[in-house]
């Protein structure tokens, strides 16, 4: 909180405003607070192993799937979807990862099968996430299943893994193209009665829900089951993080996520952003440590050889270089000031980013010029200046880049030096 730095009569307010973030004090208007039914703590499910390798042209080696998973209990997940235990090469992976007492739990995907379910138990994990498509259609012409038969299945199913100590939750996938709120009651309430199952999850499986329509289903699905709930969301529409943050809105404690948002077609929702949103913006405690992000991600994109955009949000490697005159002379003029790196969303620290760095090019002003040749304790007049701004400008149009340092250093010389 800073009184010392008001503007015209306004002032610098926490939670919004602290030493570490300055984000939109609108968050905490009360007319919107009022409006969420936030858990005490939000569980991240990473679901890189799994739903990020089923991504087209991915594959991890077993060796990678265990060295990403360190990382990502070091990071903070609550949990980690390790695999399909029906697969000879995750059922290995999983039997490792349970038996090394990492504080993310083991929860693998099983299928509504026999063989599933006892791989998954006999190679102890944690848990189990009981998987099924609960669209009507899709029960009926895909997989021809009565819904009360299939209900009775998980059920039983959970009460096998609960009586081998597992945490039970069951996604119903494709839960957002059902034209009967009726029919997903019905079933949803049917296995709510069954107490081995810890939480249900639903799956946006094409993340084709409105941002409202997810807050209202999912606050259905609290009152249907009244047992903790959770969301899986793809991006096919770029909806996924503003979703997932709608269901925690409206009471989900758990959403499913996974590094660098891979995951099948357009992939899943992001675990960095989510962790972002979640503790940066809102002070919602997500158990992440937001500092390792960009290395987790770094670690991923490498060995998924899934190149991240360098303007993707929050691990982006273009997101913290600033080239235009206006943004730097906004960075200069609030150094040691209450607002020191405040002109960013965040500071580059906060994720594990590398510091500032200003880029010459195109954007360029006479403001970076200056602190450029500051910076080298250089002088120089009002025409140095102005020649050697309009020469980075015409270089970099052709570079059609920012400059290297050997160029910049090149046109201080000729023209100041």
Same mark, same amino acid.
């Given at each position: ?99 090394? &007492?990492?504080?993310? $739990?083991? =929860?693998? #995907?099983?299928?509504?099968? /026999?063989?599933?379910?006892?791989? +998954? ?101 609290? &009152?249907?089951?009244? $047992?903790? =709930?959770? #969301?899986?969301?793809?991006? /096919?529409?770029?909806?996924?993080? +503003? ?107 906060? =994720? ?66």
């Amino acid at each position: 909180m800073s009184d010392k730095f008001d503007a015209f009569g306004v002032n610098l307010n926490a939670p919004a405003y602290t030493s570490n973030r300055w984000v939109s004090p609108f968050n905490w208007w009360p007319e919107v607070r009022d409006k969420m039914h936030i858990a005490d703590k939000i569980r991240i499910h990473d679901v890189t192993l799994r739903d990020g390798e089923q991504t087209a042209r991915i594959a991890f080696t077993p060796e990678e799937k265990l060295y990403i998973a360190k990382e990502l209990d070091k990071l903070g997940v609550a949990s980690i979807e390790s695999g399909l235990p029906a697969t000879s090469e995750d059922i290995e992976v999983i039997k490792t990862l349970s038996s090394m &007492s990492l504080n993310a $739990k083991i =929860v693998p #995907l099983v299928r509504i099968m /026999d063989k599933d379910v006892r791989a +998954a138990i006999d190679a102890k994990a944690d848990g189990m996430l009981l998987e099924f498509g609960i669209n009507p259609h899709i029960m009926k012409y895909v997989y021809k299943k009565e819904p009360k038969a299939l209900a009775e299945q998980i059920k039983m199913y959970a009460r096998e893994g609960k009586k081998n100590g597992m945490y039970i939750e069951f996604m119903g996938w494709d839960a957002f193209r059902c034209d009967d709120p009726g029919f997903l009651e019905s079933f949803f309430s049917d296995i709510a009665d069954c107490d081995d199952i810890d939480r249900i999850t639903v799956a946006d499986t094409f993340g084709m829900g409105h941002p409202l329509a997810t807050y209202s289903f999912i606050s259905k699905l609290k &009152s249907w089951t009244n $047992k903790p =709930v959770g #969301l899986h969301i793809h991006n /096919d529409f770029g909806l996924a993080s +503003a979703n997932a943050l709608m269901a925690i809105s409206a009471g989900a404690d758990t959403v499913h996520s996974s590094v660098n948002g891979l995951g099948e077609r357009a992939g899943n929702l992001s675990t960095e952003e989510v962790a972002m949103i979640c503790q940066h913006l809102l002070d919602i405690d997500a158990g992440i440590q937001l500092n390792k992000l960009k290395m987790v991600s770094d670690l991923v994109a490498e060995v998924s050889k899934v190149r991240v955009a360098s303007n993707k949000p929050v691990v982006g490697s273009g997101l913290f270089e600033v080239e235009s005159g206006i943004v730097i002379h906004a960075i200069e003029s609030l150094k040691n000031t209450p607002l020191d790196s405040t002109v960013l969303p965040f500071r580059p620290e906060t =994720v594990g980013h590398a510091p500032l760095q200003v880029i010459l090019g195109r954007g360029t002003g006479m403001h970076s010029v200056k602190t450029l040749l500051t910076s080298r304790g250089l002088s120089a007049s009002d025409d140095q200046a102005a020649e050697l701004l309009h020469q980075i400008k015409t270089a970099a149009l052709i570079f059609k880049n920012g400059l290297p340092a050997a160029m910049v250093n090149n046109l201080i010389s000729e023209i100041v030096q």
